[in-house]
């Protein structure tokens, strides 16, 4: 397999995750995760969340209070090293909770395992952008 496919299965890896996570259907979400212990994922605000059982009870309280929710991807990067593979981008993302419409950004940073010949996530990380200018580094990094 050239790295040119392995980078396209794990885009279309990638695509599963923000399809299953604008169906709002958590059994499409248990579709694109590993079930393992040591998966973890944190949300925008949230607190790290590790194992299989609460990144799916995370899923199931967004999903339980959220009408709609759609992603347009921007900036998107894919590497693949052996069995690893990591995607960052920049979810651009309109929703619908509780009755308010908001329009944010958050980047994110999305790892997956190759298993058994497929791709699955076994981190997700999202952060809020607070500002559009980058800040310089502290003097002591400069």
Do not use: Q
Not at 27 to 52: N, Q, R, S, Y
Not at 54 to 69: D, G, P
Request: one cysteine or more; a negative charge; charged letters at 20%.
């Amino acid at each position: 397999m050239t790295s040119g496919d392995e980078i396209a299965e794990v885009e279309a890896a990638n695509a599963r995750f923000y399809r299953a996570f604008e169906s709002l259907n958590l059994a499409e979400m248990d579709t694109v995760w590993a079930k393992g212990d040591d998966i973890k994922c944190i949300h925008p605000g949230w607190t790290l969340l590790v194992g299989w059982d609460a990144v799916r009870a995370s899923w199931e309280a967004i999903f339980k209070s959220t009408a709609e929710i759609r992603f347009s991807l921007t900036d998107v990067s894919v590497r693949v090293d052996g069995n690893l593979a990591w995607v960052t981008c920049t979810e651009n993302i309109l929703s619908r909770v509780r009755g308010n419409i908001s329009v944010t950004s958050v980047l994110a940073t999305n790892l997956f395992e190759r298993s058994g010949g497929r791709w699955l996530m076994i981190h997700h990380h999202a952060s809020h952008i607070f500002s559009a200018d980058t800040p310089s580094p502290p003097e002591e990094f400069a």
